[in-house]
């Protein structure tokens, strides 16, 4: 017997009616720990819901979870990386000059994948992230004379949205209450041409929200899709999924709820339907703002 089978049979019999209420309580306890890091408990209605059970804290509005970003993040990719990076050198090659990075922490996605291709003269980069990531963004765009990085804060997203080609989020739009693809989409009288999601936690089930252990002390409640239903939503908005991939490196074990574990997060890239920005009406046109 394999390790991974051991540790799934192990799990199983942990998950059972025997073991569950026991079980729940350790990992209570652990994930509120410092040990607790990158786990996640609890299904919920709603972000509200999460939020009243969680204690009080910044979630990601913390100046002390910027450090991976700025010291490891900037500087190399990963292999969950390689298919955006593929699909955005075609959308530049294609024309495309402004991108709007959701959640693109310190502005990792611009620095690292410029040592790989040729990004555009006229780029504009525009970073939407929590305030206190968002200033040391800033410092460092000043500091390294990053004129095509810009930044704003995630209050601001549905302003952000206006006069983009490309949407890129990588890990972060599950964290934002109200920010699924679709429902930003409408809010646009003239769209991306390319949509761009990587690190998503999709899978077969319904949709619910779940809380999970950030570090340093925080806490951040986050949705987890159905897969067929988000795309679906895209999709019927004048898009067609181009591609996706399975990110191994990401993966999401909920304690006591085996039928909403997730053994791999996804990516997918959609394009849309005659490759130039949609109208609210689904009426091909120049690239215009949100209402």
């Known amino acids: 017997m394999t390790y991974a089978s051991a540790s799934q049979v192990a799990r199983q019999i942990l998950e059972g009616p025997l073991t569950r209420p026991a079980l729940l309580r350790w990992r209570r306890?652990?994930?509120?720990?410092?040990?607790?890091?990158?786990?996640?408990?609890?299904?919920?209605?709603?972000?509200?819901?999460?939020?009243?059970?969680?204690?009080?804290?910044?979630?990601?509005?913390?100046?002390?979870?910027?450090?991976?970003?700025?010291?490891?993040?900037?500087?190399?990719?990963?292999?969950?990386?390689?298919p955006v990076m593929w699909w955005l050198e075609r959308a530049?090659?294609?024309?495309?000059?402004?991108v709007l990075d959701i959640g693109g922490s310190v502005g990792v996605h611009?620095?690292?994948?410029?040592?790989?291709?040729?990004?555009?003269?006229?780029?504009?980069?525009?970073?939407?992230?929590?305030?206190?990531?968002?200033?040391i963004g800033r410092e460092m765009?000043?500091?390294?004379?990053?004129?095509?990085?810009?930044?704003?804060?995630t209050d601001a997203l549905e302003q952000a949205l206006a006069g983009n080609d490309i949407w890129l989020s990588a890990g972060a739009l599950h964290y934002l209450d109200h920010a699924r693809p679709a429902d930003?989409?409408?809010?646009c009288e003239r769209r991306p041409r390319h949509i761009l999601l990587n690190k998503l936690p999709l899978y077969d089930g319904e949709d619910y929200v779940t809380a999970q252990n950030i570090g340093a002390g925080?806490?951040?409640?986050?949705?987890?899709y159905n897969r067929q239903r988000l795309i679906d939503e895209v999709e019927a908005l004048g898009y067609a999924l181009r591609d996706e991939w399975q990110v191994p490196e990401r993966s999401l074990y909920?304690?006591?709820f085996p039928e909403r574990c997730i053994p791999a997060h996804s990516g997918l890239y959609?394009?849309?339907?005659?490759?130039?920005?949609?109208g609210v009406d689904g009426a091909l046109g120049d690239r215009g703002a949100c209402t």
């Open 92 to 98: 530049f090659r294609d024309g495309a000059t402004r």
């Open 270 to 278: 959609f394009g849309a339907l005659g490759g130039a920005s949609q």
């Open 110 to 135: 611009f620095y690292a994948y410029q040592r790989y291709f040729e990004m555009p003269q006229a780029l504009s980069w525009h970073v939407v992230e929590v305030p206190a990531i968002a200033a």
């Open 218 to 224: 925080c806490f951040a409640p986050m949705h987890v």
């Open 184 to 187: 930003l989409l409408k809010q």
């Open 29 to 82: 306890r652990l994930f509120f720990s410092e040990a607790g890091f990158a786990c996640y408990f609890g299904v919920f209605k709603d972000f509200d819901e999460a939020r009243d059970w969680l204690p009080p804290n910044p979630e990601f509005d913390h100046a002390a979870l910027a450090a991976e970003y700025v010291n490891v993040r900037t500087k190399k990719v990963f292999a969950y990386d390689y």
């Open 141 to 153: 765009a000043r500091q390294a004379q990053a004129s095509a990085l810009s930044f704003t804060h």
């Open 254 to 256: 909920l304690p006591g």
